[in-house]
């Protein structure tokens, strides 16, 4: 903020306000020679002046971002394409609630008309974090008030979507017919339920031949990522993984053309579509090694472990509902009243 100051200009009666800006002095009239009204009329200036003085949401997306996301993050690529969408808020000033709100709304609009509501919940996620962390004085210390936070009222409701058996089938015999950067990312997902992006930066280092096991944990470089844990080596990805080992040129395990792989979203989306799976996406690879767990009775909590989740009560939110012990009297009913002869109830 400018040092506004009240003076006399020399050989003049009239009051002048003198700031610096930029490195230069400047200066404004107050047009009175009573000093009284010259301070009111300095007062109304420095109100005035300050309206355009306000740290706007373009800057702040900006300073959270190098500031703080970047820092902690794996991947800039989603990230980056929610700042673009953003794009027509970043003139706005959150200090200004009923603009703002405005603003949010009209775009908010514009954005349900064109994606899905997830997909814009996920981008105002973005929003409210950046502004939240702005206005903190112990972290960002960009805003100087209270701003407006926008509202994001979407309720997150869980996906489960796994392959059933058939569909299980038909994909694993396609595996040995695809690349090997596909077949063995594709493999690990499903025998062992790692994330995409555990299995996207596994290197050499962590596959643990002696004792069989594929350590996912992450490399400690401070930046953000969930929960992984030790796994075992399947048979069915066993020479697949040896074979990508033993080529690789990089230190990564899955490598493509010499290089490691960073996404591999289009080339499973084309394998998931030749394969008619219809709405099923690379994380759901994790959700059919889980339901199948699940059906086949191993504990809820060892299914946490397995997943890396904090609680049972977030496994249980996904799969209990199709673990035998949490069903096995709805079974019984189910199958003793509604047997092949419907006109005999017990």
Same mark, same amino acid.
């Not at 603009?99 to 709304?105: H, L, R």
């Not at 990508?244 to 010499?258: R, V």
């Not at 699940?294 to 997943?307: K, T």
């Given at each position: ?55 706007? $949401? ?12 970047? =820092?902690?993050?794996? /991947?800039? /690529?989603?990230?980056?394409? #929610? +700042?673009?969408?953003?794009? =027509? +808020? ?13 603003? $949010? ?43 407006? #936070? ?24 396609? *595996?040995?017919?695809?690349? +090997?950067?596909?077949? +063995?990312?594709?493999?690990?997902? #499903? /025998? ?11 290197? &050499? ?13 992450? =490399? ?5 990522? &969930? ?9 069915? $990805? ?9 080529? /690789? ?6 490598? &493509?053309?010499? &290089? ?8 499973? @989306? ?6 008619? *799976? ?47 012990? !949490?069903?096995? @009297?709805?079974?019984? !009913?189910? @199958? ?11």
């Amino acid at each position: 903020m400018h040092n506004y100051q009240l003076k006399r200009r020399k050989g003049r009666d009239t009051w002048h306000i003198y700031w610096k800006q930029d490195g230069e002095s400047q200066w404004a009239s107050t047009g009175t020679s009573d000093e009284a009204f010259a301070t009111t009329f300095l007062e109304t200036f420095k109100r005035l002046q300050q309206t355009h003085e306000y740290v706007n $949401v373009g800057e702040i997306l900006h300073q959270f971002t190098v500031r703080d996301y970047k =820092p902690r993050a794996v /991947s800039m /690529s989603r990230h980056n394409s #929610i +700042l673009n969408q953003l794009e =027509p +808020l970043r003139d706005c000033n959150p200090l200004d609630h009923e603009s703002f709100e405005d603003a $949010v709304y009209e775009w908010k609009q514009d954005r349900l008309a064109n994606v899905s509501e997830v997909t814009m919940a996920r981008e105002m996620a973005v929003l409210i974090a950046a502004i939240n962390w702005a206005a903190d004085r112990e972290r960002g210390r960009m805003i100087r008030g209270v701003p407006y #936070i926008p509202k994001n009222r979407y309720q997150k409701v869980a996906r489960i979507r796994w392959l059933d058996t058939e569909e299980r089938t038909r994909l694993l015999q396609a *595996l040995p017919q695809q690349p +090997l950067h596909l077949r +063995l990312a594709v493999g690990i997902a #499903i /025998s062992t339920a790692a994330r995409k992006s555990a299995i996207l930066e596994l290197q &050499k280092h962590q596959i643990k031949w002696g004792e069989g096991q594929i350590d996912f944990h992450a =490399p400690a470089d401070g930046r953000k990522r &969930k929960a992984r844990r030790v796994c075992d080596i399947t048979g069915m $990805v066993e020479p697949w993984l040896r074979e990508a080992f033993d080529a /690789s040129q990089t230190g990564f395990i899955i490598e &493509k053309n010499g &290089k490691d792989v960073r996404d591999i979203h289009t080339e499973f @989306k084309a394998l998931c579509n030749s394969l008619e *799976l219809v709405n099923f996406r690379f994380h759901d690879l994790r959700s059919t090694w889980a339901a199948g767990a699940a059906l086949d009775g191993v504990p809820m909590e060892q299914i946490r472990d397995a997943l890396g989740h904090s609680t049972v009560k977030i496994t249980e939110q996904h799969y209990a509902q199709i673990h035998p012990d !949490y069903r096995e @009297k709805a079974r019984e !009913y189910a @199958k003793r009243t509604y047997a092949s002869d419907v006109t005999v109830m017990r």
